[in-house]
T-cell receptor, first 111, second 116 residues
Framework: SQKIEQNSEALNIQEGKTATLTCNYT??????LQWYRQDPGRGPVFLLL?????KEKRKERLKVTFDTTLKQSLFHITASQPADSATYLC??????????FGQGTTLQVKP | DTGVSQDPRHKITKRGQNVTFRCDPI?????LYWYRQTLGQGPEFLTY????????KSRLLSDRFSAERPKGSFSTLEIQRTEQGDSAMYLC??????????????FGPGTRLLVL
């Protein structure tokens, strides 16, 4: 069956450092992959989308890589800030638009 | 604000009761999705609509669950004979069917259901 794994343990880093979050998947060939941010008690907020034929995407301090051979995506936040503290969700997408989410990784940035 | 809205934001009910949730998508979006999220997990897909047509339903959606999008605008999700296991956050998302199949989904704030 399809499986998506994100770091289950919380990631704690110091302000100013780069946070790197991992998303691995099996038994699936997504057309694209997305990263969302979710704050407690709120719905997910879209951050970045990367297609299967793309290797890397950037947006301001965010960078996503997508390796379809390794079946892995890495999500980087550079120059992290306490305001970046949240849960980050990886989601695999198909041409129907349906998303399959990982369980999320909680990031805590300490001042 | 023209984002996705959901109503109610919170619902407490007793086991066996029926509940109905409403989602209003972004106005020009033709696709609407329902997801369920439990604590510590990512959202799980329940069903989706393209305009008024319900195109896919998850096996998670038992016969106690029904969703409608009668005029291709707002949607309702009804749970009949609620069970304690139905306690979760119910999220609605909408999107515009884009080229190449890749699309951004915009989520509402969710409806948190607690079944006592």
């Amino acid at each position: 069956s399809q499986k998506i794994e994100q770091n289950s343990e919380a990631l704690n880093i110091q302000e100013g450092k780069t946070a790197t979050l991992t998303c691995n998947y099996t038994n699936y060939s997504p057309a694209y992959l997305q990263w969302y941010r979710q704050d407690p008690g709120r719905g997910p907020v879209f951050l970045l989308l990367i297609r299967e034929n793309e290797k890397e995407k950037r947006k301001e301090r965010l960078k996503v890589t997508f390796d379809t051979t390794l079946k892995q995506s890495l999500f980087h936040i550079t120059a992290s800030q306490p305001a970046d503290s949240a849960t980050y969700l990886c989601a695999l997408g198909s041409n129907t638009g349906k998303l399959i989410f990982g369980q999320g990784t909680t990031l805590q940035v300490k001042p | 604000d023209t984002g996705v809205s959901q109503d109610p934001r919170h619902k407490i009910t007793k086991r066996g009761q029926n509940v109905t949730f409403r989602c209003d998508p972004i106005s020009e979006h033709n696709r609407l999705y329902w997801y369920r999220q439990t604590l510590g997990q990512g959202p799980e897909f329940l069903t989706y609509f393209q305009n008024e047509a319900q195109l896919e339903k998850s096996r998670l959606l038992s016969d106690r669950f029904s969703a409608e999008r009668p005029k291709g605008s707002f949607s309702t999700l009804e749970i009949q004979r609620t069970e304690q296991g139905d306690s979760a956050m119910y999220l609605c998302a909408s999107s515009l069917d884009g080229k190449g199949g890749a699309e951004t989904q915009y989520f509402g704030p969710g409806t948190r259901l607690l079944v006592l």
